[in-house]
């Protein structure tokens, strides 16, 4: 199975700040990668997919980037509704194995 | 307009069998590359995928809890049932259905709010 690591693990930053999230997955994985925000009790929801589209709905300050085994997320310029877990997930195989999140909390 | 919910018991004794129900409106899990999956968080952990049904009844679960897992689908009441047995306090977790749409990218698109069940005597 494949298995996916992200880093940072958390990060602090400031409002207006721009934020880079890694993931990287333990064998190619081309484009199949899912990123994800989740909120304090709340279910995640989708942000990006394949890597680099942007779900209907979502900021364009959320951008994705990679593919074989190193993705990025990317925040442009953060704002305080964006302070929250991302999890990136492979969708390349089954089962779709999530990444351990990176949280991203207030400087 | 797509929702999912997932209902079931909240507390379980160790070593029962837990039933979870997805109930989902908007789609149709009979349309073609469409499933439903389970996913579980244990309270402040990470994600973890369960199991996954497919518009075909093809059925897929993740490896570590593969012989404890059933999946199945009632498409003419849109739901999608997990079970779950020998029940474990380390199951302890907020359990969420999420849809599963294809095209070219399998992604979890809509999910449900999710059900925090725990697993104790």
């Known amino acids: 199975d494949i298995q996916m690591t992200q880093s940072p693990s958390s990060l602090s930053a400031s409002v207006g700040d721009r934020v880079t999230i890694t993931c990287r997955a333990s064998q190619s994985i081309s484009n199949y990668l899912n990123w994800y925000q989740q909120k304090p009790g709340k279910a995640p929801k989708l942000l990006i997919y394949a890597a680099s589209n942007l779900q209907s709905g979502v900021p364009s300050r959320f951008s994705g980037s990679g593919s074989g085994t190193d993705f990025t997320l990317t925040i442009s310029s953060l704002q305080p509704e964006d302070f929250a877990t991302y999890y990136c997930?492979?969708?390349?195989?089954?089962?779709?194995?999530f990444g351990p999140g990176t949280k991203v909390q207030i400087k | 307009q797509i929702t999912l919910k997932e209902s079931g018991p909240t507390l379980v004794k160790p070593t029962q069998t837990l039933t979870l129900t997805c109930t989902f409106s908007?789609?149709?899990?009979?349309?073609?590359?469409?499933?439903v999956g389970w996913i579980r968080q244990p309270p402040g952990k990470a994600l973890e995928w369960l199991a996954l049904?497919?518009?075909?009844?093809?059925?897929r679960y993740g490896p570590s809890l593969k012989s404890r897992l059933t999946i199945t689908k009632d498409t003419s009441k849109n739901q999608v049932v997990l079970t779950m047995t020998n029940m474990d306090p380390v199951d302890t977790a907020t359990y969420y259905c999420?849809?599963?749409?294809?095209?070219?990218?399998?992604?979890?698109?809509?999910w449900g709010q999710g059900t925090l069940v725990t697993a104790s005597s």
């Open positions: 999420a849809r599963q749409t294809s095209g070219s990218y399998p992604r979890l698109d809509y």
């Open positions: 908007g789609f149709s899990l009979s349309t073609s590359r469409v499933g």
């Open positions: 997930q492979q969708s390349y195989s089954i089962p779709g194995a």
């Open positions: 049904i497919f518009w075909d009844d093809d059925k």
